[in-house]
């Protein structure tokens, strides 16, 4: 299958910084991504779609100027969390949508830890 | 209101058993139902998927059968081994390519 590429894979944050995580598709292009945020044992809740070139839509009850997201290419989504807080800890994904494929691929995972 | 209500919520199943998921949904507007396999600490997998035309589909020891009319999808692994022990999460796509996500079942195939 397609291959999505998430990075780190696990970062330390300080509360209030900000800290970005990458999502790039690897070998196809990807106009719309996905950012989740997944809590222990529970299902993936979608936080966002990222369309290349344009604004990110969110859903309701995320904080858009919390979660910062850009899909400046059609390789490439980051998320950003400012003013990160512990509450922010957790288990971030992403997947992006295959065209050719016609399904969405996910990536490893980035695991969020604010201190 | 959750679009795509999965069961169980957990399942425990011999090493050789069959282990079925199920999901159902609501909008008759999805088009395409995937499966995803997700391991602690991982993302996701795409693991199998249908679309609406067809009742059923094998790949290896996974099968989706789909029943239109009742809306309702379900995963069988056939001969289940303890390598399969993971989070299954069903899903649905809409006509918007948004997919909705079922709430996913923890299988653990013992040995």
């Known amino acids: 299958g397609a291959v999505v590429s998430q990075h780190p894979s696990r970062v330390i944050c300080k509360s209030g910084t900000s800290v970005k995580i990458e999502c790039r598709s690897l070998?196809?292009?990807?106009?719309?991504m996905f950012w989740y945020r997944q809590f222990p044992k529970q299902s993936l809740m979608l936080m966002a779609t990222?369309?290349?070139?344009?604004?990110?839509?969110?859903e309701q009850g995320v904080e858009k100027d919390k979660f910062l997201i850009n899909h400046a290419s059609l390789t490439l989504s980051t998320l950003t969390v400012t003013s990160a807080h512990p509450e922010d800890s957790s288990f971030y994904i992403c997947?992006?949508?295959?065209?050719?494929?016609?399904?969405?691929?996910f990536g490893e995972g980035s695991w969020l830890t604010v201190v | 209101q959750q679009q795509v209500k999965q069961s169980p919520q957990s399942l425990i199943v011999q090493k050789g058993g069959i282990s079925i998921i199920n999901c159902a949904y609501e909008?008759?507007?999805?088009?395409?139902f995937p499966w995803y396999q997700q391991f602690p600490g991982k993302g996701p997998a795409l693991l199998i998927a249908?679309?609406?035309?067809?009742s059923e589909k094998k790949e290896g020891r996974f099968t989706i059968s789909f029943n239109k009319s009742a809306k309702q999808f379900s995963l069988h692994i056939m001969d289940s081994q303890p390598g399969d022990s993971a989070t299954y999460f069903c899903?649905?796509?809409?006509?918007?390519?948004?997919?909705?996500f079922g709430s996913g079942t923890k299988l653990n195939v013992k040995p």
């Open positions: 899903a649905a796509r809409d006509n918007f390519n948004k997919f909705y």
């Open positions: 249908i679309r609406p035309d067809v």
């Open positions: 997947s992006a949508y295959s065209l050719s494929g016609n399904t969405i691929y």
């Open positions: 909008n008759t507007a999805f088009d395409y």
């Open positions: 070998d196809f292009q990807a106009t719309t």
């Open positions: 990222s369309n290349e070139g344009s604004k990110a839509t969110y």
